[in-house]
């Protein structure tokens, strides 16, 4: 399922375009930062009414995140140390699909990358 919208869920989003070359940049290197540090888990991001809530441990039964271009993630959601929840292909959107990504996540990503800057 697609999100664009300003909650807590980040990358939620279905690229269509076969990928580009990896951009290895400031972005890129923060969401593997955020996502190596994650916890797994389950959360609800196709209630649209739900802005975050996060289950720590929890295995996914939704279904597998994949790509377009037919990379292929898990099926469950990661909790950033922000509070922000993402999904396994994070990284893979962030550096090979990054002119699909829409405006409102790249605001999510850029305030990510200022939370680590603090910390």
Not at 26 to 40: D, H, N, Q, R, V
Request: charged share 35%.
């Amino acid at each position: 399922m697609h999100r664009e919208d300003d909650s807590n869920f980040l990358l939620y989003m279905e690229p269509k375009n076969p990928k580009q070359d990896y951009i290895d940049d400031e972005l890129t290197e923060t969401i593997k930062k955020a996502f190596e540090k994650s916890k797994s888990g389950i959360a609800y991001y196709s209630n649209l009414k739900d802005n975050g809530e996060f289950t720590e441990g929890r295995g996914g039964w939704r279904g597998w995140h994949v790509c377009g271009c037919g990379e292929c993630g898990g099926n469950k959601e990661y909790l950033l140390e922000n509070g922000m929840i993402t999904n396994y292909l994070c990284v893979h959107y962030v550096a090979e699909h990054r002119d699909e990504i829409p405006k409102s996540e790249l605001l999510k990503l850029k305030k990510l990358v200022e939370y680590y800057k603090k910390v």
